[in-house]
């Protein structure tokens, strides 16, 4: 099996993620490479698989592509991953899926209409009506960039005041710009819920608690990490929300909201040096047999028509 990993070349795969996929690749008698999309070139014919260049060199397509490319997957990435996908190459997670994931705003609306559970969400333009925005939504609330990850992006303005202050600074920077305003869910100030769900099944809960006083508990921010018991409530709703966001591998945020949770952000590319770390469980083998089992399915899907046909002829026969 030959699977490529497709990563962004500023900030792809940490050192220990890079180290432990190998490690579990070898064991699993995986070929896998590591890729670039300033490495990949697309040629747009009817050439089929010769239409894909590698470091300039037309080479074999992997037998599935590994997309890291999370929240900063440009337009340039999704078409490589489309064309991938247009060749019959298994690409997890999907292109329509790392897309959706990307813009923030349209998760919520899809969560919404399948009426999962979500913080109040509203979209903003310039200038923005501060009293409407106490009315629908309340202080304090969430500030949100509509892409980001790592927690880059996001702030929270405790009241009128320093909402009005820091709207006003974001028009002076860029007068067009959108903004997502969430409802704040203050029952764990600075703790939330990371939980994995791979191939639908979920692998794991870790509880993510800030140490620098803020209240963004995101492990590369410094926030520290312990495992959490998954209880019946995590398990369908992480696995609920990653299905209708069309996510084979996910790294599903929850916020505690009394007795029950809140989905406040899911991942396409999440990171899992901490969540194995904390949770002892093995992400990276669980990510390959996944990628793997997608390839055995993949190669057995025109088999699937003819099968069918054998079996109806032989029901028929007298």
């Not at 959108?178 to 769900?197: C, K, T």
């Not at 669980?286 to 899907?301: D, E, G, N, S």
Request: hydrophobic share 40%; proline share 4%; charged share 25%.
């Amino acid at each position: 099996m030959k699977l490529w990993i497709l990563q962004k070349a500023s900030s792809g795969l940490t050192a220990y993620e890079d180290a432990r996929l190998r490690e579990e690749a070898r064991i699993l008698g995986i070929d896998l490479e590591p890729v670039t999309p300033d490495e990949i070139d697309l040629i747009v014919t009817r050439g089929g698989r010769r239409s894909i260049r590698l470091r300039g060199e037309e080479v074999d397509l992997p037998d599935a592509l590994l997309a890291r490319t999370g929240s900063g997957t440009s337009y340039f990435t999704l078409a490589i991953l489309r064309q991938f996908e247009h060749l019959g190459v298994p690409v997890i997670n999907s292109s329509s899926a790392i897309e959706t994931v990307k813009d923030k705003l349209y998760c919520q609306q899809l969560l919404a209409q399948v009426n999962l559970p979500i913080p109040r969400t509203m979209l903003v333009r310039f200038p923005v009506d501060s009293e409407l925005v106490e009315r629908q939504i309340g202080f304090p609330c969430v500030v949100k960039v509509l892409a980001g990850s790592y927690g880059e992006g996001i702030y929270l303005s405790r009241n009128r005041e320093s909402f009005r202050d820091l709207m006003e600074l974001v028009a002076s920077l860029d007068a067009g710009k959108s903004l997502i305003l969430q409802e704040y869910i203050g029952d764990r100030p600075g703790q939330d819920l990371r939980v994995w769900v791979i191939g639908g099944r979920v692998v794991g809960a870790m509880l993510r608690c800030s140490t620098d006083g803020s209240f963004k508990a995101n492990i590369t921010r410094g926030g520290r990490g312990e495992n959490f018991p998954v209880d019946e409530a995590i398990d369908v709703l992480a696995r609920d929300c990653a299905r209708t966001l069309g996510l084979e591998i996910a790294g599903i945020d929850l916020l505690f909201d009394g007795e029950g949770y809140r989905v406040c952000e899911a991942n396409s590319a999440p990171g899992f040096s901490g969540f194995e770390a904390a949770t002892g469980a093995n992400v990276a083998r669980q990510i390959l047999q996944h990628c793997h089992w997608r390839i055995r399915r993949q190669l057995a899907a025109p088999l699937l028509p003819a099968l069918v046909e054998r079996v109806t002829q032989i029901q028929r026969a007298p």
